[in-house]
């Protein structure tokens, strides 16, 4: 279809050039003269352009790949890494890979050098495979991953990815790589005012060829999309094939906990870098947060690894509504599991172990991709080096820091405690009956939050489908299929029962509120209780509208990041006037309030107190005022942090006090209910 449209482009170009050049000679035939002889070149000028705009692309030089992040490694060097993938390449009967690089991520790929040329002749793939990869999988189960990877290699279907991805990159050279030929045009233009309007018209007819251009993209994408979604089935199987069903289907539920351990170590070192402090070695890191997690969570150790059940990656992705994505080249975890599990192949290979401990020295590989990844780290001093005890001592302290007691089971990680109660409910309580704090947050209870929290979750893409903004045509929802245009009849729906477990838990908070009295009533407790109560009930009751003023300001300041015109800069300005006035006031509440000093550094004060005293206009006479915006930008930032800071640390002292109460003095706590 790409062929014959661009062969049926090149053909009409050709006959408007033809054209053009029959309207030039009948131009200067009728009478020659200076004005039919400019108008003649104009013609045949815009039939160039125009036929040059679809050729294009066989003059752009193609843009050279960074693999400096990757390091190349042998047979010799990792003789038993190269031994299993001798074995998948006999097993799977392909080709051995050019070369194998290691890099630094949680991930497994094959990649070459694709060209025109790539189109017609083989070419021989690379295989990259990450560290954070083998640090988080067994032996058994890396094998199952690479020879997914291999799988692609057996695929006739693979010739088809060489094919689109030349046809996207000439499609990409005629929609957005125009520079130098939008220079080209100027200049032609500029040469005489009669080539002005020739200039025009090669413009107007090259944006109906993108029109068209952009259609059959669509088109072309979303049936090779589908096509990718069949291919990893099949590189699946294959991998099940090699080494049974089960190897891939873990490794694939474990590799979100594995990345995000990864991610973890690598944002705990980015907020280092301003103290100059960097690691030697991220993997013993990673691995020590995988299984930390792991123990939170409650997951069985297997070998070594966390062992991820379909039921515990279903409890933490939870939901009703199914998009038949036709942008995704990958079908989902779930899909892909149940499919591998529905082949029911058994267990092959005696591999075990970590796959990490097949490298030879991995502790200085790991340490020369750490290091790697700091070259371009800029710090003002030496960095001092943290080892692993200092960041698991402190990574345990900040999450104990940054998280509430274990035993609400993430309850109020969602919600906020109740807050609708006066001085005189802390007078007359009822201690008789109350439940334990364990059963008030049983798993019924959990699940029924999970169910409205993933409701909402599901209106805010039925919305995004609604509105257009997600291209989506069909859906599954609750098991029932449904096109675009059903969505405004369902968010309705999802509203009510929105609506429905609102008011459940509205209940519910009314009632764990009053345990809680209860339970400070026979720790003889009440006033230390009341006391944190009525402290975070203060911050929560405006934590709301502070939330809402930041969120507007925040949104309606995002055009300051990107490149717009200075008229649309003026528009957007009335907006962050509007929306500065109720954030000025909530800056100001806070300056005023004891509540929030502790917690405000010098110079967080001094830029807020900079802020609510003038009134910038950010923008004038085509410059922005950086310093304006630098302070605007350092106010927004510290405000967000301060109060989110404040609201965490008064909710968690409120909530600790109820496991951990201090009886008042001269009292003796009662036995607990």
Known sequence: MFVFTYLLLIVMGIGLILLCGLIAYGLIAVKFMIVTLMLGIGFLGMGFMIFFFLIKFVFSSPKKIDRS??????????????????????????????????????????????????????????????????????????????????????????????????MNKVIYNMLYDNENYNLVLNRWSNVSSYFVLFSRGAILIIHGIQYVLISVYKILNLNYMALSREMEFHADAVAASVTGSAPLASSLLRLGLADQSLSIVFKYYNAKIAASQKTLNFYPQQYFVLNHIAATENLPIEDGLPKVSMEVYNKVKKTRLVLEDQWSSHPSIEERVAKLMSLNLPLQGEYGGIAINMLVDQTLIQEAMTARLFEKVTYETNPEITGSKEFIDEYIKLEEESSYPPVYKGYFDSRNPYIGFTADDFEQVTVSGAPSIEQLFDDHTMGELSNLNNSISDKGIMERISNGSLEIKTFDYNGKKYSAADTYNLIRY?????????????????????????????????????????????????????????????????????????????????LVKKYEVPFKKQVKLILESDIYQADMDVQMKLHFEEYISNDWKYFADKFYFDQEIRVLFSVMAGYYTLVSQVHFKLKKAFLTFILHPVPEIGSEPMDRV
């Open 494 to 574: 999802v509203e009510d029962e929105i609506r429905k477990y609102e008011e459940l838990f509205r209940i519910k908070d009314i009632k764990i509120f009053e345990c809680f009295l209860a339970h400070a009533s026979q720790q003889r407790s009440m006033e230390g209780f009341k006391e944190r109560a009525m402290a975070y009930q203060a911050v929560a009751a405006r934590f709301g509208a502070q939330e809402e003023a930041y969120i507007n300001l925040i949104g309606s300041t995002y055009f300051m990041h990107t490149t717009t015109t200075f008229d649309d800069i003026r528009n957007n300005l009335f």
């Open 69 to 166: 992040h990757l390091q190349k490694i042998t047979e010799k060097q990792q003789p038993e890494l190269f031994k299993l993938i001798h074995e998948i390449v006999d097993e799977v009967k392909t080709n051995f890979p050019k070369q194998v690089y290691l890099s630094a991520d949680v991930n497994a790929s094959v990649f070459y050098d694709s060209n025109f040329w790539s189109m017609f002749f083989p070419v021989r793939k690379n295989l990259q495979i990450g560290i954070g990869l083998m640090n988080a999988v067994s032996a058994i189960e890396l094998k199952a991953v690479l020879a997914h990877e291999f799988g692609h290699f057996s695929q006739r279907s693979m010739k088809v990815g060489s094919y689109v991805y030349n």
